[in-house]
């Protein structure tokens, strides 16, 4: 039986925002997420299910050069972008992921191909690249992401010889800066449940350097059973607690909901390896919650049916 009350969360990565980034771009991230909101609103309401809803919000967010994938991704050591990008189905567990590709405005639309497909869960480089040319993906000239600011913080990060995170006044020792990821989990009417994950990683990350968005378990998970849950922070963190996987547990093996299980998430991810970064979960009833071991987590919600909230 439909239950009509369906909930949608999205996120545009966690870090620590200090006051002068909040006067600047606040206004920005929040009428972004709170697009991306209402356009997720429209297609839940018309009977979507969860899993084209998370699609779609995640390519909005790619579009958007506020966040780091997609078009808005930063540059690595050799100054290209390599993108990573994963979606889960929440009804049978069927999911889609590639890592380091390039050339693509939409990774999380040959995800999702791959998904569908029904072959291998991922592919990766030259592999994915190939089969987003046979699937007619189209593909996109190197102008298109290689933004002025994605440059500078190249060249900052190289002065540096560090990695950094995907905003210019990024600084890792402090955390100040967001850690540039962008997400959906979603909860249909039908009662079934998505996430999808997208993002290209760290500034001056090293060639071939993979992050935990696309690994099923770790930046990305869902199961109508559990909860749908999607990762933004610092990859190599997630990945050692495998974080999504390790929540959507909790709801499985000791019957919490979203908001207890995101907190006993986010406390295992500080405990084991002093994590850093946060989720958005929604458990198998719709409940929403968010969890963040930074400052700040760019992130909105509508739970079930209600007015949409955005919060920074
Ligand atoms: N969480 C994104 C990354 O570490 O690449």
Redesign the pocket.
């Known amino acids: 039986m439909d239950d009509r009350r369906f909930s949608l969360m999205v996120h545009g990565g966690a870090g620590t925002l200090d006051d002068a980034r909040q006067r600047a771009m606040g206004d920005a991230w929040r009428a972004a997420i709170g697009t991306v909101l209402a356009h997720g609103r429209r297609l839940l309401e018309r009977g979507d299910c969860a899993v084209e809803v998370v699609e779609a919000c995640v390519m909005l967010l790619e579009d958007d050069p506020l966040f780091n994938a997609g078009r808005g991704s930063v540059l690595n050591e050799a100054g290209a972008v390599e993108m990573?990008a994963a979606i889960m189905d929440g009804r049978d567990l069927a999911a889609g992921a590639v890592a380091g590709v390039h050339h693509l405005p939409n990774p999380v639309a040959l995800a999702s191909r791959l998904l569908r497909d029904n072959g291998p869960v991922m592919l990766v480089g030259e592999g994915a690249m190939r089969f987003a040319a046979q699937c007619g993906i189209t593909q996109v000239s190197d102008d298109y992401f290689l933004l002025a600011e994605r440059l500078a913080q190249l060249e900052q990060a190289r002065a540096g010889q560090t990695t950094m995170l995907d905003h210019v006044e990024a600084a890792p020792a402090d955390e100040t800066g967001k850690?540039g990821?962008v997400g959906a989990v979603a909860r249909d009417i039908h009662g079934h449940l998505a996430a999808a994950t997208s993002?290209g990683?760290?500034v001056n990350k090293r060639l071939g350097r993979v992050?935990?968005?696309p690994l099923i378990g770790a930046?990305v998970y869902a199961d109508d059973e559990t909860c749908a849950v999607s990762?933004?922070?610092?990859?190599?963190d997630?990945m050692r607690c495998v974080i999504a996987k390790t929540i959507a547990d909790h709801v499985d093996m000791q019957g919490l909901d979203a908001r207890q299980a995101t907190r006993a998430g986010m406390d295992y991810l500080l405990r084991r390896v002093r994590g850093r970064?946060g989720v958005i979960v929604i458990d198998h009833h719709g409940n929403c919650a968010s969890g963040f071991t930074t400052r700040n987590m760019i992130h909105g919600w509508i739970e079930h049916g209600a007015e949409a909230v955005v919060r920074l």
């Open positions: 990573d850690y990821t993002t990683g760290l992050g935990d968005s930046g990762a933004t922070g610092h990859g190599e997630f970064g």
